[in-house]
């Protein structure tokens, strides 16, 4: 990504962006101005918390997330990949990412150029580039006629995957909630 797209990011602005599975509408995870703005433009549920895409694992821990050493592990064996992982948020300033559920979904992008933005725009929300309940956007310009002129576009051509996998680390114990782009289980994870 180039620097002009990094730096709308930093200032709060919002686009749509390849990300390591589908188009994703991003803006920065940090400021909350930001992420009440995607859940109005994707009219989104407000009760539910979006994925954040960080550059390396470390950065959950911002976010008032502490891991175990075994956790640790476990996060190693699905980052960088396309499986998004619900670790529990406990602190109240982070309750607009959160909503009320104390906890937050984070993935590490399977993509070298994406990590390597995310290190400069800090965390980004990024659910799927499509209203709530509609099916995800593969282009630009499928996403145009749900934005508008509202975020910027990177074109990536089409990108047609599936969303990513989403597990909760409980204890040191990954549960699967949606099986998507890699097939997870407890004891193993393999692409599908």
């Keep these: ?21 589908i188009h994703g509408v991003v803006g920065s995870a940090l400021r909350q101005e930001t992420v009440e703005e995607i859940y109005r433009l994707r009219k989104r549920t407000p009760s539910k918390p979006m994925i954040i895409l960080i550059g390396e694992a470390s950065e959950v821990e911002q976010f008032g997330v502490s891991l175990t050493e075994e956790q640790r592990k476990i996060l190693e064996r699905v980052w960088p990949g396309k499986v998004s992982v619900i670790l529990p948020c406990n602190e109240s300033r982070w309750e607009y990412l959160h909503r009320g559920t104390n906890s937050l979904a984070f993935r590490v992008p399977n993509d070298e150029a994406l990590r390597e933005m995310l290190r400069e725009t800090g965390p980004l929300v990024a659910p799927s580039a499509n209203w709530e309940g509609e099916k995800p956007t593969e282009t630009s310009e499928e996403a ?3 934005f508008g002129e509202e975020v910027f576009y ?5 990108l047609a995957s ?3 996998t989403l597990v909760k680390l409980e204890s040191s114990k990954l549960v ?6 890699v097939e997870v289980d407890e004891d193993l994870i393999k692409e599908s």
């Design 176 to 181: 699967i909630l949606r099986q998507g782009e």
């Design 162 to 164: 599936k969303a990513s």
């Design 144 to 146: 145009k006629r749900y």
């Design 1 to 21: 990504m180039d620097g002009q797209i990094i730096e709308l990011l930093k200032q709060g602005k919002i686009g749509v962006i390849p990300t390591d599975t």
């Design 154 to 158: 990177v074109d990536a051509g089409k």
